[in-house]
């Protein structure tokens, strides 16, 4: 029986539609803020969050039902045009891979070794991941359809583009992710608000 059975059906789905809702609210551009000027159009989000204390209350599969959830409220509410569109599978992606990296080091027990090693491995595996979708899909798609030519438009080209901009940028943005989960995720977990699978 997995856990999430373990919560009634009603109780289940409150907490993925609140989680979606927190989610949701934390895409607002007031939640948002840049890290490095040079890529000011990069802006860190924090909506992985509530998903995260999601997978870990009620399981990885739910964590993606919600956010999924929180991905279609975004391009409803939130919708820039290409840009957006092009963005949130990759967005999904790489959100998706730090929580299934967390959730292989941390479903089963909680310690403070495992905490690390899957932030360590979370941050990695999405940052090598978030590189290569730039290479092999956002600039070649931005070129050509939103109008956006990094070749052209950022100085240095492609490659002081990829090492001065998306790579600290997605390291430090991941760091944060990691830093601002494990805070949470002890507090949560320490005061017994909800029950965690490796609790």
Do not use: C
Not at 16 to 32: C, D, G, R
Not at 49 to 54: A, E, K
Not at 123 to 138: F, P, R
């Amino acid at each position: 029986m997995s856990h999430s059975r373990h919560l009634t059906g009603t109780r289940r789905l409150t907490l993925i539609a609140m989680l979606s809702a927190i989610s949701t609210i934390l895409a607002f551009p007031v939640f948002q803020f840049v890290l490095i000027p040079s890529v000011n159009f990069m802006k860190v989000e924090l909506t992985i969050l509530p998903i995260l204390i999601g997978v870990f209350v009620l399981g990885l599969a739910d964590g993606f039902i919600i956010l999924i959830i929180r991905s279609i409220l975004w391009l409803i509410l939130f919708n820039q045009g290409p840009s957006t569109i092009i963005g949130m599978p990759m967005n999904m992606i790489a959100l998706g891979i730090f929580m299934v990296m967390m959730w292989l080091f941390l479903h089963k027990s909680y310690s403070i070794k495992g905490l690390i090693w899957g932030s360590v491995s979370a941050i990695i595996a999405t940052v090598l991941i978030e590189m290569l979708m730039n290479i092999i899909y956002a600039i070649p798609v931005y070129a050509k359809f939103a109008g956006f030519n990094i070749a052209t438009m950022f100085p240095g080209g492609i490659k002081a583009y990829l090492l001065g901009g998306v790579l600290p940028f997605n390291t430090l943005e991941n760091l944060i992710f990691a830093v601002l989960f494990a805070i949470i995720f002890t507090v949560l977990r320490r005061n017994k608000v909800v029950t965690f699978y490796n609790a």
